[in-house]
């Protein structure tokens, strides 16, 4: 009544099952995050729970935590409630059906679940509409999807693509999390929060600098998160998006977690948490167990001893995501290496992702990246610091550019892969 939509988010409650200092806690507490490694995850709980108690199967009722929220036409919440819930989950959907459906594509959703998913989609855009109205930056970077045999032998890697589904479910998992958040922080609920902190000027001005060489200036207000995004859009749909975006990032601060609510700079929101992965995330596991210990249990609690406890889970959170995320990027590299010394003596066209004094790096369409070491190149090469560019007497290499390489060498140990130049263009 009134307009707008309801928009549930119904996340299994692990909390449930999972109590604060049991063993399968504090092993979770070691491991703060589930691993993915290209063809596999190393799980932060057992798999009983991960695949079994806490999976939100087809026609089983399950236990969860519900953000049910009231969204007006504008994509602002008007209304909202968080409480624990049983769900009994309509049907199994998968992105890849959910798309094929979006794109008029052949599919087996029944006809009372297609229409949900098409309302949802029109919640979806105006939720996004919305944030990005705000200013939020769109970090749409490359990742590598890998298809691998039953050895772990990688056959194929290729960029890995978003439709509308994955989108939809970002944007409803985002919404949730800043409801979730303002409603501890108005509570004074002890959670961790995400904090994205703004970037440093001086990371803000080396961007400033590599944009000016694509022929984009950012002016006074590089602090603005929606002036960064505007800059980007321009490039959206062209070659350079991708690397422009990895650029961007690079001169992002890190997000961390932190139990005090500092906003979120990249998402241009004041409050913001992790709530919706708690099988995965030990972060929103906290979230879940202080809502209930707090809200749905009535205040019995020791407020300060779990301030403290949150403060520090903050701290061993924030490092165990970098040991994840570094673990998953040197296992990216070292398989990217493994596939490619299939491809020695080949040749492929691609852009220059990154520059630096000791060469520069080339991004291949597969999404694979490989080095042209300043050793390799065919005359001797400067290195421009303020634009990040190579030069010599008659040529130059900067960000952006195409060029042609061979690959002369792949190292899975090392995890190295090593280009030379056969041909490069100027990128206008």
Known sequence: PGGGYRVVV???????????????????QNRTTSVYVVDRVVPMLPFELSNGLCSLMENEDRLTLTCRMTIDETGNVSDYDIHPSVIRSAKRLTYTKVNAMYNGEPNDIPGNIAEMLKEALEMAHTI????????????DTVESKFTVDEHGDVLDIQPRTRGEAEMLIEDFMVKANETVATHAKYLEVPVLYRVHEAPQKKRLIEFSRVMLAFGVKLKGAE?????????????????????????LLRSMSKAKYDFRPMGHYGLALENYCHFTSPIRRYPD????????RYIFEGYNASLKEDEGWVEMMGLKCSLGEQRAVEAERDTEDMKQAQYMTKHIGETFEGLIAAVTKFGFFVRLPNSVEGLVHVRNLDDYYTFDETRLVLRSVSKSYSIGQKVKVKVIAADKEKA?????????????
């Open 10 to 28: 119904a996340i299994a409650d692990v909390s449930h099952y999972v109590t604060q200092n049991s063993p399968i806690d504090l092993e979770a």
């Open 128 to 139: 996004r509409k919305n944030r990005e109205a705000k200013g939020a930056i769109n970090f």
């Open 285 to 292: 596991l906290i979230v879940h167990r202080m809502l209930r």
């Open 223 to 247: 602090q603005s998160p929606k002036v960064i995004q505007n800059v980007i859009e321009r490039f959206e749909g062209k070659e350079e998006y991708g690397v422009i975006n990895e650029m």
């Open 416 to 428: 190295t892969i090593d280009f030379v130049v056969v041909e490069s263009r100027k990128r206008f």
